[in-house]
């Protein structure tokens, strides 16, 4: 199971990096064609706003694996190894279920734009199609981070380390 979690992870940090290359050379296409009087891509701020919202997404789960998100431990470098991995495990979960909350909401204004119909001004495609691809890569994040939070607990509890932590993935 660690294994899939952890490819999966990255596949989903691949996809979301290529869908930001593109999203960089459409922009970057696009301003050149300005400079150059060609004119500029219609419909770039429209790909690149539902882009860049899956990418974030996407990028989600290898940072939730790795342990890599910000952090402040000032406080608690001086404490014993043991509770600090209980902290850990406690704001693993709860990121867990803020994501979930997240992914929730994502879904719900998902199932609201599905409803309404509703396209973007230029390229005139329907706008949940952002929302459903932000979604995907959000179902990954949340199966991850449901992973981390009971792997982080199990580390609380045994003493020893699952999980990889950002110290480790650089």
């Not at 064609?33 to 882009?51: N, P």
């Not at 789960?61 to 600090?84: C, E, K, N, S, W």
């Amino acid at each position: 199971m660690h294994r899939f979690i952890h490819a999966l992870a990255r596949l989903t940090a691949l996809v979301g990096g290529l869908v930001l290359i593109a999203l960089i050379a459409l922009v970057s296409i696009s301003i050149t064609g300005r400079w150059f009087g060609v004119g500029e891509i219609t419909g770039t701020y429209e790909l690149l706003e539902a882009g860049v919202a899956f990418a974030i997404f996407s990028f989600l789960p290898i940072t939730q694996f790795y342990g890599a998100h910000a952090t402040v431990d000032v406080f608690t470098m001086a404490l014993p190894d043991r509770v600090t991995r209980w902290i850990k495990a406690f704001w693993e979960v709860v990121l867990a279920l803020v994501i979930l909350l997240i992914i929730w909401r994502l879904f719900e204004g998902m199932q609201r734009y599905i409803g309404n119909g509703e396209t973007t001004f230029f390229l005139q495609f329907p706008v949940w199609w952002g929302y459903a691809a932000s979604f995907a890569s959000g179902l990954v994040a949340c199966t991850i981070a449901i992973y981390c939070a009971f792997a982080r607990i199990k580390e609380a509890v045994l003493g020893q380390n699952i999980l990889p932590s950002e110290q480790e993935s650089a």
